[in-house]
């Protein structure tokens, strides 16, 4: 097994050498790679309020791993702005969210490009009365809850805005003991085990919730993505599947549905959900082209992936999947599978 060294001493053996001039100087490129080796791959950008910038400064951003996990959590500053640094070369997912504004969900890939990431302005737009995303409806069993279980909710959701993790889960518990079909409380247990990165017990509350209220549809989602990352394919899509039925408006559940089919191999039917979280328009992030152009690479439709890289390139063009959506564009093009002009399919084997 190879023995591991601190980062410290590589970068004393990588000045060694570069004194000797036997490594050359390091590009800017090249150098922010180093940071990210050192120092953490680091995440930054903006959010703001489609009505303008008023109380911007409570939004809140989260950081989650592939397991749900959460790694970094912020206010925004009072100019809407925030920043995580320190962090692995992984895939994340950020989630941006403000009281009366529809949830913003961007995945972000810290795996290329030196780990370091600037993310575009992000607008959360208000929720309207005909809840565009049908994500954020209130469940049925909120009526029903005694009184002594919707004090403790409110105060783990108290806690939770705090960041006390460890007081927010006791009074989830204490509400779900007093009323075990409190399907928010539910959810906000399972979210709670998730940012204390204990993701594994997520798992019975998120399905209580939608054994108790199966028409409240935010667990539906937190269950497909935990089964997603834990490559539970079958299981994601026939949670994902029971939300979108619930929630048809919803471009989040029939992205995480893509995803689930992609992992089954059943690209036709990831295209189609796909290209149906992309028919919602405005609001759609632009990472579901480049899941979409993925699967078609994996189907050797080298144009139509062509397209949606393209596609992808024109919505973010600073985007967390830019440099590598660039790459495999050249790559393409000068393996003569596409032509940059028409972007046409060339017959031929993949060049992967």
């Given at each position: ?5 601190p980062?410290?001493?590589?970068l ?11 490594v ?15 120092f ?32 970094g ?10 920043c995580f640094?320190?962090l692995a ?5 950020l989630?941006a ?23 575009n302005?992000i607008v959360?737009?208000p929720?309207?009365?005909?809840a ?8 049925r069993?909120?009526?029903?809850a ?6 403790e ?25 007093i ?18 990165r ?22 539906y ?9 834990e ?16 929630a048809?408006s ?13 992992g089954l ?30 699967v ?17 390139l ?22 003569g599978?596409?032509?940059s ?5 060339v ?6």
């Open positions: 097994m190879a023995r591991e060294h980062a410290g001493a590589y004393a053996l990588l000045l060694a050498l570069l004194m000797l001039g036997l050359p100087p390091a590009s800017a490129q090249q150098r922010q790679s180093l940071n990210a080796l050192f953490g791959g680091e995440v930054q950008g903006t959010v703001r309020l489609e009505e303008g910038k008023k109380d911007v400064a409570k939004a809140v951003v989260r950081l989650e791993d592939p397991q749900g996990r959460v790694v959590e912020e206010t925004v500053s009072v100019n809407g702005q925030f640094s320190g070369q992984m895939q994340y997912t989630i969210s403000a009281a009366g504004h529809e949830t913003y969900v961007q995945p972000l890939d810290l795996t290329n490009g030196g780990g370091m990431r600037a993310v302005i959360l737009r929720v309207k009365n005909e565009t995303t049908a994500i954020s409806g209130a469940p069993t909120d009526a029903s005694p009184k002594k279980a919707r004090k909710l409110e105060r783990g959701v108290r806690a939770s805005e705090e960041r006390n993790l460890s007081e927010a889960r006791a009074h989830f518990e204490k509400a779900v003991n009323y075990p079909c409190y399907a928010r409380a539910q959810v906000g247990l399972a979210l709670t085990m998730m940012r204390e204990d993701a594994q017990h997520a798992e019975a509350p998120l399905k209580k919730a939608i054994e108790c209220d199966p028409d409240f549809v935010e667990p989602l937190h269950l497909g993505r935990l089964f997603n990352s490559q539970r394919y079958v299981e994601s899509r026939t949670v994902l599947a029971d939300g979108v039925r619930r048809p919803s471009w989040v559940l029939y992205y995480h549905l893509g995803e689930a089919d992609e191999k059943n690209y036709a039917l990831a295209e189609q959900e796909l290209l149906r979280a992309l028919s919602f328009g405005h609001g759609v992030s632009a990472a579901v082209h480049e899941k979409l152009a993925d078609y690479l994996r189907q050797n439709a080298y144009d139509k992936a062509y397209a949606e890289m393209r596609a992808y024109q919505a973010d063009p600073d985007g967390p999947y830019a440099a590598r959506i660039k790459a495999v564009m050249r790559q393409l093009e000068s393996s599978r596409v032509h002009s028409q972007g046409e399919l017959a031929g084997p993949p060049p992967f």
